[in-house]
């Protein structure tokens, strides 16, 4: 009977270390997990923010060419309508 014993000491053992192997593998793969998906939000964060930027930037670059343009046209006019004449017309009575 002392052998059965021992047989399944042996057993319940080898079973509880085999768990525990079983145990600690899924910790490693669930914290691979956690660090790929803390990388992947990251890189998205990183690259979210830098379309931003390039966006804010030519949203900045299109507003000034529009702004440039508006100036350009309002002086054209002004020029044909002979606003901006700087020579002064008075007449003298």
């Given amino acids: 009977m002392s052998s059965q014993n021992f047989n399944a000491g042996q057993a319940k053992g080898h079973a509880q270390a085999k768990t525990q192997e079983w ?24 690259s979210c923010q830098q379309k931003k930027e390039e966006a804010s930037g030519f949203l900045q670059q299109t507003g000034e ?29």
């Fill in 23 to 46: 145990v600690e593998s899924a910790k490693d793969t669930a914290q691979s997990a956690r660090d790929k998906t803390a990388d992947a939000v990251n890189a998205t964060s990183d």
């Fill in 65 to 93: 060419q529009v702004m440039n343009m508006a100036h350009g046209a309002m002086e054209g006019v002004n020029n044909t309508l002979g606003v901006n004449d700087n020579t002064s017309h008075n007449h003298k009575k």
